[in-house]
C-alpha cells in the first residue's frame, strides 16, 4: 500500500536553527498538509498546499515557517529560526481527489534545545 | 467553522472490558466525513474507521464498531473485548467542504488496557 514517507523521524536543533522537515507524498495525491502535535495535546492544522501554493494556513502559521515542493515530490516544511515552544511532532499527509483519502506519514518528532 | 470535542481524556479498563469512546462535533457542512485514529505509543496515526455524513449505518468491523447519530452530533466508537495492544490515545476527527477539506481533530482519550 502506498505510504507518506517522512525524514527524519527525530530531529534535535538548537534554538534559533533552521530545520526542514522533508515529506514525500503519495505519488498522485494532489492536496498536502502538515500537521502538528505538541506532546501530549492534539494534533493542529498548520497549512495546506495545493496546485504549488498555500491554500490555508493556521494562526501556528506565522512568519517563520514556510512550505515548497521543490520537485515535484518532496515536500518540505521550514522552519526559519526555531523556539523552544516549536517542540513537537510533525505530521505530513497527503490526499487525492477523494474528500476522505487523506494518508499521514509516521512523523518527525522535532526537539529544540 | 468545525469543532470536534472528546470529552473524556482517559479510560482505563481491564482486560476483555469493553471500550466505548465519545464524540461529539460541530459542523456547518451537509456533506462531511468522520474518522477515528489510533496514536500508539510509537507516535505514528494509525487510521481506524470511517464514515460520511448521508451513511448512518452503524456497522461493526472486528472487535471495532461505531456509532454515528447526526441528531446528536455524535460519532461514538466502541472496542469490544479490548486488549492490553488496544492502549493508546484515540482521536476523533473531522473533515468538511466549509473547512477547506482539512483534518479537525478533537483532543483525544487516552486507552489504557490493564492485564
Known amino acids: 500500500e502506498p505510504e507518506v514517507t517522512q525524514t527524519p523521524s527525530h530531529q534535535v536543533t538548537q534554538m534559533g536553527q533552521e530545520v526542514i522537515l522533508r515529506c514525500v507524498p503519495i505519488?498522485?495525491?494532489?492536496?498536502f498538509y502538515w500537521y502538528r502535535q505538541i506532546l501530549g495535546q492534539k494534533v493542529e492544522f498548520l497549512v495546506s498546499?495545493?496546485?504549488?501554493?498555500?491554500?490555508?494556513k493556521s494562526e501556528i502559521f506565522d512568519d517563520q515557517f514556510s512550505v515548497e515542493r521543490p520537485d515535484g515530490s518532496n515536500f518540505t516544511l521550514k522552519i526559519r529560526s526555531t523556539k523552544l515552544e516549536d517542540s513537537a511532532m510533525y505530521f505530513c499527509?497527503?490526499?487525492?481527489?477523494?474528500?476522505?483519502?487523506?494518508?499521514f506519514g509516521s512523523g518527525t518528532r522535532l526537539t529544540v534545545v | 467553522a468545525q469543532k470536534v470535542t472528546q470529552a473524556q481524556t482517559e479510560i482505563s479498563v481491564v482486560e476483555k472490558e469493553d471500550v466505548t469512546l465519545d464524540c461529539v462535533y460541530e459542523?456547518?457542512?451537509?456533506?462531511?466525513?468522520l474518522f477515528w485514529y489510533k496514536q500508539p505509543p510509537s507516535g505514528e496515526l494509525v487510521f481506524l474507521i470511517r464514515?460520511?455524513?448521508?451513511?448512518?449505518q452503524n456497522e461493526i468491523s472486528g472487535r471495532y464498531s461505531w456509532n454515528f447519530q447526526k441528531s446528536t452530533s455524535s460519532f461514538n466508537f466502541t472496542i469490544t473485548a479490548s486488549q492490553v495492544v488496544d492502549s493508546a490515545v484515540y482521536f476523533c476527527?473531522?473533515?468538511?467542504?466549509?473547512?477547506?477539506?482539512?483534518?479537525?481533530f478533537g483532543g483525544g482519550t487516552r486507552v489504557l488496557v490493564k492485564p
Open positions: 505519488s498522485n495525491h494532489l492536496y
Open positions: 476527527a473531522l473533515s468538511g467542504l466549509a473547512a477547506g477539506n482539512k483534518l479537525t
Open positions: 464514515r460520511n455524513s448521508f451513511d448512518e
Open positions: 459542523t456547518r457542512d451537509t456533506t462531511y466525513y
Open positions: 498546499f495545493y496546485n504549488n501554493e498555500i491554500s490555508e
Open positions: 499527509a497527503s490526499r487525492g481527489q477523494a474528500n476522505y483519502g487523506y494518508t
